[in-house]
């Protein structure tokens, strides 16, 4: 049974671009929460997405975007790339609409702005 | 807004010794209290969490504590070995919303042989 896959695992962006990272949730969850770790500080909670919807947001601009398909799988994407971007994107599905009893994190997308 | 305090930063125990890591909470909201393990460039991994109606819990070497009143919990480690070198965090989780996780700012954890 696979677990949460994240892909890429690393991407190198240039200040203004886009990018789009991709989750896959383990099988059976239906939930997908993203979480962003800068160097040295714990997750910070970016969104949730639940049955195609986003479900709660924290304190990120809307420069931060995302999606959730049928197949529960999820995008995340950044507009207008800033150097404080750079850090670790954590993907958590979870089952039964987001208890966090049931998270389940993948490996992550390191991204560098430059 | 909602706040998760941990302590320390870093750590450096003997093998062997004990560990403590203390957090601090504050949406009294909060009623599931996970703690992860994290390896250089891996995955947080669950090691052991408590709910709020719970306030203590016991899994092997590992332990977590939990004083609501005082918005407290600890994680505390026994017999170290080696292999528990990694950044541990602390989170709480609101019961209300989406149940999203609030997180401490780490503990490196290091036990020297």
């Known amino acids: 049974d696979a677990g949460v896959t994240q892909s890429p695992t690393h991407l190198i962006k240039t200040r203004g671009q886009q990018v789009t990272l991709r989750c896959s949730p383990k099988?059976?969850?239906?939930?997908v929460s993203w979480y962003q770790q800068a160097l040295g500080q714990g997750p910070q909670f970016i969104f949730q997405?639940?049955?195609?919807?986003?479900?709660q947001r924290g304190n990120f601009p809307d420069r931060f975007s995302g999606h959730q398909f049928p197949n529960y799988s999820s995008e995340l994407n950044v507009n207008a790339l800033l150097l404080g971007d750079s850090a670790l994107y954590l993907c958590?599905?979870?089952?039964?609409?987001?208890?966090?009893?049931?998270?389940?994190f993948g490996s992550g997308t390191r991204l560098t702005v430059v | 807004g909602e706040n998760v305090e941990q302590h320390p930063s870093t750590l450096s125990v003997q093998e062997g010794d004990s560990a403590v890591i203390k957090c601090t909470y504050s949406?009294?909201?909060?009623?599931?209290f996970p703690w992860y393990k994290q390896e250089l460039g891996k995955r947080p991994q669950l090691i052991i969490d408590?709910?709020?109606?719970?306030g203590e819990k016991k899994d092997q070497r590992i332990a977590v504590t939990l004083n609501k009143t005082a918005k407290h919990f600890s994680l505390h480690i026994t017999e170290t070995q080696p292999e528990d070198s990694a950044v541990y965090f602390c989170?709480?989780?609101?019961?209300?919303?989406?149940?999203?996780?609030?997180f401490g700012q780490g503990t490196r954890l290091t036990i020297n042989p």
């Open positions: 949406d009294s909201a909060s009623n599931y």
């Open positions: 997405y639940y049955e195609e919807e986003e479900r």
């Open positions: 989170a709480a989780q609101s019961y209300w919303g989406a149940q999203k996780l609030v």
């Open positions: 408590i709910r709020s109606n719970v």
């Open positions: 099988s059976g969850h239906d939930t």
């Open positions: 958590a599905s979870s089952p039964q609409g987001g208890r966090a009893t049931g998270y389940t």
